[in-house]
């Protein structure tokens, strides 16, 4: 969401933005053939200039805003690696909209720096989340405001806390918790 559109994801290949600027929420855009297996993640920097769409094979795919045309357009595209037979799930971008955040399902999370100008963009960092997370789902993953934290919530009710600046986990919150849920406490809302 940003503040004057919404973008929706569904299983279907079509991403729509929504204009919230009236009262009607009209469609103003619908990105046809955004991914072909359809579409399960999408998220927005806090800028509102950048977004990431993840589909379910595994492909993200990344979106900037155009400067006149004020609709979405392809900026590039991040293969899954079907070889590994692991997928990208989770994804959430940080507030400049440079560094996409990503879960897969072995429970593991991937930093790419997505201003890059290299084709594929540039992984930059792979999380691990130790025993306890390896090979669960990561449901969830967030950035805090400042960029300082990245947090992941997996399948297993257990959520890592990852230091961005020395790329150690510094917290590993295990249990019955409710991985979205822990988030709001972690980072509070935006």
């Given at each position: ?79 899954n690696d079907a070889a590994k037979g692991v ?62 934290w990245t947090a992941s919530g997996h399948q ?35």
């Amino acid at each position: 969401m940003t503040p004057k559109s919404l973008l929706t994801a569904s299983g279907a290949s079509v991403l729509k933005v929504f204009d919230t600027t009236n009262q009607s929420f009209s469609e103003s855009q619908a990105i046809v053939d955004a991914h072909r297996s359809g579409c399960h993640h999408i998220c927005t920097s806090a800028d509102s200039k950048v977004a990431a769409s993840a589909a379910f094979d595994g492909e993200i795919k990344i979106w900037h805003m155009g400067e006149t045309s004020g609709q979405w357009v392809l900026h590039t595209t991040i293969e899954n690696d079907a070889a590994k037979g692991v997928s990208m799930w989770a994804i959430a971008l940080n507030a400049a909209g440079q560094y996409l955040v990503a879960t897969t399902t072995d429970g593991k999370v991937a930093v790419w720096d997505v201003v890059t100008k290299d084709t594929p963009p540039k992984m930059i960092r792979y999380y691990e989340t130790g025993s306890a997370g390896n090979g669960t789902l990561g449901m969830a993953v967030d950035l805090s405001k400042d960029g300082l934290w990245t947090a992941s919530g997996h399948q297993n009710g257990t959520v890592y806390v990852f230091n961005n600046q020395t790329t150690r986990l510094v917290y590993s919150l295990t249990g019955k918790y409710c991985p979205i849920c822990l988030f709001f406490l972690i980072f509070g809302s935006y």
